[in-house]
């Protein structure tokens, strides 16, 4: 393993420190911006406590639709703040403070490499162009990595050649995929812990544990629940205890489930109750039934997704049926009176009439 460098992250909180044209930081502390023009992004300057340091590699994470943009970055040794501030309020390029000193532009590439560059301080610009009004980006942020380090110093002294030279920028290709991953693997605790991995890692938790999220809209802090429930709910799996439980959870309301063996074997004696009651719950010993009261005029439910939610932690063999409770509901040629069913009351009129609304009608 490779000896550990250091990182400089512009994610987040540290992209509210830098400077904007144009762009726009969202809630979630995203830089977007959309339509033609140009957009700027001037990333604090960072300070590396060291003379004349060296400087490895730059990675962007975003996206970009119809538009082109690039990347500048420069080193220096002496603190050049206040020529930056100055220049910055006069809405000139912010690239002349840097004229004479080495820097790296890349254009369309968010993986460049640093090592033309040398000084204490790092400057950085992200220079956006939109194509018309079609064009927009998202910039999740990016990350900066120093000091120089190469795999040839790894490698038998006959390869270690001059630096920059074609065999090591050849093995700088492999060096920056096997870092990438060796990361990757460093922040797999970050998705473990589900009471503080980012709201963005949540899905992809989800879907190391059973894909149990996919096809669901499940709200942040729903996930972060189920995480705290999994094993339990997992375990008892096909139970009745588990679907009640699911069901609340999703919509906020309490189910009862009729199995057959609690209205079929004390109604036998009754033939035509019996048959009614197989009609509504149904006929056969793998059926049971899900009734939920909807009638407190709380959460909308998709009938489609909970359908499917009670299918899936339904036992193998098992078929369910699912009964919404609602106002006025008319099963066959009879209307129940419970919950599901109310009456008016009608009233006569008199020949002497009633006010209504100012106006008087006579029966």
Same mark, same amino acid.
């Given at each position: ?17 830098? @400077? %904007? ?9 995203? *830089? /977007? #911006? =959309? ?69 790296? @532009? %890349? ?9 033309? *560059? /040398? #000084? =204490? ?243």
């Amino acid at each position: 393993m490779m000896e550990n460098g250091k990182k400089r992250n512009y994610y987040r909180l540290a992209l509210c420190e830098g @400077r %904007r044209r144009r762009m726009e930081l969202t809630e979630d502390y995203r *830089l /977007t #911006g =959309r339509g033609g023009g140009a957009f700027l992004y001037l990333a604090p300057v960072y300070d590396s406590m060291d003379l004349q340091g060296t400087w490895h590699r730059l990675v962007l994470e975003g996206e970009f639709v119809h538009c082109k943009y690039e990347i500048l970055a420069a080193a220096t040794d002496a603190d050049r703040a206040g020529e930056m501030e100055e220049v910055w309020e006069q809405g000139a390029a912010p690239e002349s403070v840097w004229q004479q000193d080495a820097s790296v @532009r %890349r254009v369309n590439t968010g993986d460049l490499l640093l090592h033309g *560059l /040398t #000084g =204490r301080y790092l400057w950085v610009l992200i220079r956006v162009w939109g194509a018309g009004e079609d064009s927009h980006f998202r910039i999740e942020g990016f990350r900066v990595e120093f000091p120089w380090r190469s795999f040839t110093d790894y490698l038998p002294e006959i390869y270690q050649g001059e630096r920059d030279s074609f065999f090591e920028r050849y093995m700088t290709g492999l060096q920056s995929v096997y870092e990438d991953l060796e990361e990757q693997a460093e922040r797999i605790p970050e998705y473990l812990d589900y009471e503080s991995t980012p709201d963005e890692n949540l899905p992809v938790l989800a879907c190391w544990t059973g894909d149990w999220a996919a096809g669901r809209d499940y709200r942040t802090e729903q996930l972060r629940r189920m995480f705290g429930r999994l094993n339990r709910l997992n375990s008892g799996r096909g139970t009745a205890g588990v679907l009640r439980e699911m069901i609340k959870f999703v919509t906020g309301r309490d189910a009862v489930l009729v199995e057959y063996f609690k209205w079929h074997d004390w109604m036998k004696r009754n033939t035509e109750q019996l048959a009614l009651y197989g009609r509504l719950y149904g006929e056969h010993e793998d059926r049971f039934t899900v009734i939920l009261d909807v009638t407190d005029g709380g959460v909308e439910m998709d009938r489609q997704a909970l359908e499917k939610l009670v299918a899936d932690y339904t036992p193998f063999g098992m078929q369910p049926g699912l009964v919404l409770l609602t106002w006025s509901s008319h099963m066959d040629t009879h209307c129940y009176l419970d919950r599901n069913s109310r009456l008016s009351m009608p009233e006569q009129a008199g020949t002497d009439g009633f006010a209504l609304d100012g106006s008087y009608m006579l029966g």
